[in-house]
């Protein structure tokens, strides 16, 4: 995770755990003592989005950016906070973008694709195989290409999230990995993280493609 690129882009399809994965990312960044910022740019959901965790990430020492009008505001405009640019701009960061879930929600960062320059980002892919839209490779690879096309940047790697919330099973993760293994065949990019709650990642066998990535249900309350 530390030797990733230091701009992270998380894209994923609606109920991916794009969110979900991009807020455990910037928590382990903190706690592994990296300057880092997140920035909540989807502006199609207006729920699950990352700027709802502001105060725990701050508190943690993650710098939050949202909205114009901060972040708890709940409105739907197409409008991000000119304060991203700090972190694009400034290499002491370590940033993470969490992208809108199609194409639409993507459209707000193609203005910043002049920091886009290969080999200094990571465009990561959250994949959920139980979404109607990522069921397979088919579905992923369009999903991609139509996200590509409006960023103006390329996926880097593959993160599969495959879940049913709390009752996620070892053999749900692994369905997932079928599906992210065939897509990363046919895109030749890699399987970066298996993304998997605490309790189901130490069942998981070792050989699977892609690091191991334990996470917690941040997004979701207990009674969620």
């Excluded at 990733?4 to 755990?17: A, L, M, T, V």
């Excluded at 996926?155 to 495959?162: A, D, H, R, Y």
């Excluded at 879940?163 to 990019?189: C, F, M, N, P, W």
Aim: charged share 25%; net charge negative.
């Amino acid at each position: 995770m530390l030797n990733d690129k230091r701009i992270r882009i998380i894209i994923g399809h609606y109920g991916s755990g794009k969110t979900e994965f991009a807020v455990n990312y910037a928590m382990k960044l903190a706690e592994a003592g990296r300057k880092s910022t997140i920035a909540d740019m989807d502006i199609v959901n207006p729920y699950f989005r990352s700027r709802e965790k502001a105060e725990m990430l701050e508190t943690a020492g993650v710098h939050v950016i949202s909205g114009n009008r901060g972040h708890h505001a709940n409105l739907d405009l197409p409008m991000v906070s000119a304060e991203v640019l700090t972190p694009l701009q400034d290499h002491s960061y370590d940033c993470i973008l969490d992208v809108g879930g199609n194409s639409v929600g993507a459209r707000v960062i193609g203005q910043f694709r002049q920091y886009f320059v290969p080999g200094e980002y990571d465009m990561f892919c959250v994949v959920n195989r139980y979404r109607e839209e990522t069921q397979t490779v088919a579905g992923v690879i369009a999903h991609i290409r139509s996200i590509e096309a409006i960023v103006g940047a390329r996926v880097t790697g593959l993160i599969n999230n495959t879940h049913l919330l709390r009752e996620t099973t070892v053999e749900d993760v692994l369905y997932g990995q079928e599906l992210v293994d065939a897509v990363s065949e046919e895109l030749k990019i890699p399987v970066k993280y298996i993304s998997v709650l605490e309790k189901v990642a130490h069942q998981l066998p070792e050989s699977l493609n892609g690091e191991i990535f334990p996470i917690k249900m941040y997004m979701r309350e207990d009674w969620m």
